[in-house]
């Protein structure tokens, strides 16, 4: 079982950057592929990033490539999202989410097993 809290969500201006964490609880956090999704209000959650259970390998949406950088530290049991450049289209409640323990990685929620609550971004124009 992995418990995922979010946190770094705020109101920023667009051209600005926040970075979003996610603390997980367990002992297997370094076993799962983690991700991050999005949801505007009125649309379907949407895949922004995920990185391997190992780390070494990313995977972006295109709409934030360039831009986002995800990455995780095994040894603090937190999952990181650094979004620079930031616009006014990506203003939504961001999520961490965890997939099976040595699982692939995902660009599907339906992929991923554990979710965390969200966290606030709004970008300003």
């Known amino acids: 079982q992995v418990q995922l809290v979010e946190s770094g969500g705020g109101l920023v201006q667009a051209g600005g950057s926040l970075r979003l964490s996610c603390a997980a609880t367990?002992?297997?956090?370094?076993?799962?592929?983690m991700g991050w999704f999005r949801q505007a209000p009125g649309k379907e959650r949407e895949f922004v990033a995920a990185?391997?259970?190992?780390?070494?390998?990313?995977y972006y949406a295109d709409a934030v490539k360039g831009r986002f950088t995800i990455s995780r530290d095994n040894a603090k049991n937190t999952v990181y999202l650094q979004m620079n450049s930031l616009k006014p289209e990506d203003t939504a409640v961001y999520y961490c989410?965890?997939?099976?323990?040595?699982?692939?990685?995902?660009?599907?929620?339906?992929?991923?097993?554990?979710w965390g609550q969200g966290t606030q971004v709004t970008v300003s124009s």
């Open positions: 989410a965890a997939a099976g323990i040595l699982g692939r990685v995902g660009v599907t929620a339906s992929e991923y097993e554990y």
């Open positions: 367990g002992r297997t956090f370094s076993w799962h592929p």
């Open positions: 990185v391997t259970w190992s780390g070494p390998s990313t």
